[in-house]
């Protein structure tokens, strides 16, 4: 996958793609991930970007030219997702991360000041995606968690299993415990050392139930559970 980011500041990216599983999936060709400094194409001598915004009102708005300007370098095929991101956005989910893992191109357009001219986002981008209900400084983190989630979904770029992961299933993951067996009085379930595997797993499936009916009963619409497994949910209602 090729994912093109454009970006005022694309020094800002290097801490979290310079490490751990992004850095990796870099290395191995998982993905390529190219930053694009709008600066490049910003007006004039001074590469200006921004201006007033017309009206009047506080900051500087984006202007437009320098972003179309940006777009039309990267010479971009029919059908790829264009995704600016805006807290007015739809909001980023693990669906949404799945869906675009799918993909073999994405571009995502990081906004800063008081935002983007109007017309970008009417005629330049196929989506809008926000990270959640505040408001941050600039586009740059929201792409960067948006990255770190697609790769995640990646072929080959996590060792491990993923699909106990919270969201993955529709479910919170179980509580996971790790040495000392005892620490400080507090005990591991017992059932974790047993070593009855279909045990734990029947354990850790109910623990995520539980867990995800008392924090997130939002999620269990999109559950896959048997009818016991509903009965859990039940019971545990009841006990609130
Ligand atoms: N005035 C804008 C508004 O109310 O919609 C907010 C501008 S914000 C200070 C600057 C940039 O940060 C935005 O253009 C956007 O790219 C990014 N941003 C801020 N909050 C975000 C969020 N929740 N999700 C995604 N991007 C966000």
Redesign the pocket.
């Known amino acids: 996958m090729r994912i093109d980011i454009l970006t005022l500041f694309p020094e800002m990216f290097g801490g979290p793609f310079g490490h751990s599983i992004i850095k990796r999936a870099i290395d191995n060709n998982i993905v390529q991930i190219e930053l694009h400094n709008i600066r490049n194409s910003g007006i004039g001598k001074h590469k200006v970007v921004d201006d007033y915004p017309y009206g009047g009102g506080e ?1 500087m708005v ?1 202007m437009p030219e320098p972003l179309f300007d940006s777009l039309t370098k990267l010479n971009i095929e029919n059908g790829t997702p264009t995704v ?6 739809r909001q ?1 989910s693990q669906k949404t991360a799945d869906n675009l893992a799918q993909k073999s191109r994405l571009i995502l ?8 001219d109007e017309r970008v986002r009417e005629h330049m981008v196929t989506d809008e ?11 740059e983190l ?1 792409a960067m968690v948006v990255v770190d989630a697609i790769i995640r979904r990646l072929p080959g770029a996590l060792g491990a299993e993923i699909e106990q992961d919270s969201m993955m299933n529709g479910l919170l993951e179980y509580p996971q415990y790790t040495r000392p067996a005892q620490y400080q009085g507090w005990e591991v379930p017992a059932v974790l050392l047993s070593g009855n595997h279909a045990e734990i797993t029947k354990w850790r499936r109910q623990q995520s139930i539980k867990k995800t009916a008392k924090r997130r009963p939002d999620l269990l619409k999109d559950a896959d559970l048997s009818e016991s497994e509903r009965q859990i949910i039940q019971n545990e209602i009841k006990d609130r």
């Open positions: 900051g984006m600016l991101l805006t807290p007015q956005g980023f357009i990081c906004g800063r000041y008081e935002g983007v995606i926000s990270i959640g209900d505040y408001v941050i400084s600039g586009g929201a």
